[in-house]
Each structure stands twice: as C-alpha cells, then as structure tokens.
C-alpha cells in the first residue's frame, strides 16, 4: 500500500515527509510555490503516440504502468559597446550623457557593460536563460519587470545563467534587466507559467478506440507565443518515456488565449499525434514538460529513475485502481503529498470526463479534477 485514497476521484499518497513506507514521493525540490499566475486555468497539454498504449476502453492498466537595434539610446556612452546590445527597445528615452543614464530604466554605461540577448527569449517559470552581452563581472542584480528573477551564476564577463522563479511576472516583450554598480542594461524576454492543464488519458472510443485524447497546454498569457525549446513527455508507470513531443512541431505556437493541444486528429490539434488511436496510456502514468529537446527522450528509451532535470511541470493520474507508481512522484513536488488524480471509476464514466486543471501551481495535481472536456477551450472548474 502506497497511501490513502479519498474516493475515486483523488488518492494522495504519503511521502517521506509524513511517514510513508514506500520510498516514493522523493520530492524533486522544486522551485517553490507558484504564485497563481495561471489565470486562464484553461490550457491543454500536447501528447504523443505510444506504441504500448493498448488499453483503449479504459479496462484499467496500461503495460507498464544585436545590432544597434534601439536608436533612443544613442547618446549612451561608450557607444562601441553599449548601444549594440540591445536586443529590444523598451523605450528608454535618451540618455545622457557621461557616465550614466537617468531617463531610463534600462541604461547602460561605461565599462563596456551591455546585455546582447537572452536565450530562449520565451522563458518560463522554473526555467533557465542564459544571457549574453559582456562586463558581466559586476553586475549584482537580474530583474524581470523589476522583481528579482531568481538564483543567478556569473558565468563569464561575457554570460550570465539565471533560473526563473515563480513570482517573476509573466507576459510578452517584458523587460529584463542586468544592474552594476555604475550600469545598467536590458533586454525583452516573454514570460509564461507554462502547465499541463488538462489531458484526456480515457476518451470515447466513438470514431476510433480512444481516438478523442488530447493534452492542453497553457502559459497563463494571452497571446500566441512559440514553445520552441519545450518538450512535453508521456512517462509510463515502467519509466519508458514513450513519447516526446516538441511543442512548436510543425511551427505550432500557443493559441491567443495561451493554449496549446497535442492529440489525436479528431479533437483537430495544434499538434497531432502520430496516430488516432490510444495515444495517452490510462494509468497510472505521467505527463511532463521540460526544457529540453525531445531527442532526449526517445522513443522505447527505458530510464532507471524519473527524469528532473530541466522539469516544468508534472501530472501523474490513474483509471480506477491502477497499481500506483512511487518511481514517478520525483516528477511532482510541495507538500509531502503527492496526489495522484483517478479520472473514475468505470470506462463509462471516464468518457464523458478529462482531467482538468483548476489552479495553477507548477508540479502540483491536487487541483486537478474530473470534469468536461474542454480541449482548447477554457475549463470547466465550478
Ligand atoms: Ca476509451
Ligand atoms: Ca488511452
Ligand atoms: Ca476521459
Ligand atoms: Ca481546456
């Protein structure tokens, strides 16, 4: 026994943090809490083909269970080093002259300092960026919208390594900012909470066997944004990642209220699954988004524990009473719980629902309900 089921809609299973026996829930540290940055609880996650996936009515388990690009600052100092940098504009009126800049909040002076770009632009929550530029060996302070981005390392005078935590705010061609002793420079990075934030493992079996499955992805950002650099896995209870999805495949980007759909064809996707069919294993598996390329993850390649390494989000859920799964709860944080959420009891049930996302912290299930399904579409959480 891993834990203590309520019901059927949600089982909670101890982990060391209170007790457990069964070696699981080996928390992956994480990054702390989310701040609810989600509003539009309504994003979809995107899913992969799975061979092993053979259990398409539901009947329990699965197998395994720049240039000088901003002309306003053209009376900066050291102009040879300074004005081309910025990647982006944020406006910062003419500076002055000498050593410093007043008129702006992203003004850089002497010494060479200056912020050339940031890699990815689009980052998110939990992520790194790496940023460019050069008179690093100074520079104290790395903000987004002026809140501190998180831990930082000072590579070289050349680059800076920076993780993004959960309270730096999010939204397209925010300011990014580098702080010295006597300077300052930016750049524009885009910011999303990027979740799984609802997935269909059991869907109708009406135009093919579980040909209605699909993930909804969301940034918590109305706009339509390219996930180029993300990768959403399908872990199945054995730790086969059996599918790797790259969330801008075939130029996809996010819808403009943020959402994104890997499915089948017949839920008409943003990013199709290889076939129609029993694409998404019932349980008790996983879902995973990372910061990685999907060429780590391929296909029938077995892993002797969960993957966390560049890890953004987790969902872990089951079909009934799934055997459960202690190797996969590393994939989830927070708390000393790690919820497993059941999508029902019965094949008949679990049709006429999906597992939808009713807040938005990062590597935490526990909002997740059993409700209609809503793929590309807000969900339904009342
Ligand atoms: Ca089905
Ligand atoms: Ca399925
Ligand atoms: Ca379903
Ligand atoms: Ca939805």
Redesign the pocket.
């Known amino acids: 026994m891993n834990g203590i089921r309520f019901g059927w809609l949600l089982a909670l299973v101890c982990v060391p943090a209170c007790g457990a026996d069964d070696g699981g829930g080996r928390m992956g540290g994480g990054t702390g809490s989310a701040t609810g940055t989600t509003s539009d609880v309504a994003t979809t996650l995107p899913v992969t083909v799975s061979a092993t996936n053979a259990s398409?009515?539901?009947s329990g388990t699965d197998p395994g269970s720049s240039s000088d690009s901003d002309p306003s600052d053209g009376g900066t100092s050291s102009p040879s080093t300074n004005d081309s940098a910025d990647s982006a504009d944020f406006g910062t009126a003419g500076s002055s002259s000498g050593g410093t800049s007043s008129t702006g909040d992203s003004t850089s002076t002497g010494g060479g300092f200056s912020v050339s770009a940031a890699s990815p632009q689009v980052i998110v929550h939990g992520g790194t960026v790496v940023i460019s530029g050069s008179g690093f060996a100074d520079v104290t302070d790395v903000t987004v919208s002026g809140v501190d981005i998180g831990v930082f390392s000072i590579d070289s005078d050349t680059q800076i390594t920076a993780t993004v935590q959960d309270t730096v705010p999010i939204g397209v061609d925010l300011e990014l900012q580098l702080v010295a002793p006597e300077a300052s420079d930016a750049t524009s990075v885009t910011v999303l909470h990027l979740v799984i934030n609802e997935v269909d493992p059991?869907?109708?079996?009406t135009i093919n066997?579980?040909g209605e499955e699909f993930v909804e992805i969301a940034t918590g950002v109305d706009a339509a944004v390219s996930l180029s650099g993300y990768t959403l896995v399908l872990w199945s209870g054995a730790l086969e990642a059996y599918t790797a999805v790259e969330l801008d495949a075939g130029g996809a980007a996010t819808s403009a209220t943020g959402l994104l759909v890997v499915g089948s064809t017949n839920v008409v996707p943003d990013i199709a699954f290889a076939g129609v069919s029993n694409n998404i294993q019932n349980g008790e598996d996983a879902l995973a988004i990372y910061q990685r390329p999907a060429s780590d993850f391929a296909p029938g390649a077995s892993f002797d524990t969960i993957e966390t390494d560049g890890l953004i989000d987790a969902f872990i859920y089951e079909s009934g009473t799934d055997t459960d799964v202690p190797a996969l709860y590393p994939l989830m944080t927070c708390c000393g719980l790690v919820p497993v959420i059941d999508e029902g009891p019965t094949?008949e049930i679990?049709?006429t629902v999906s597992l939808s996302r009713c807040s938005g912290d990062r590597r935490s299930s526990d909002e997740f309900v059993a409700t209609s399904m809503t793929p590309g579409l807000p969900n339904v959480c009342d």
Not at 202 to 205: G, L, Q, T, W
């Open positions: 398409a009515d539901g059991d869907s109708p079996n066997a579980d094949s679990r049709e």
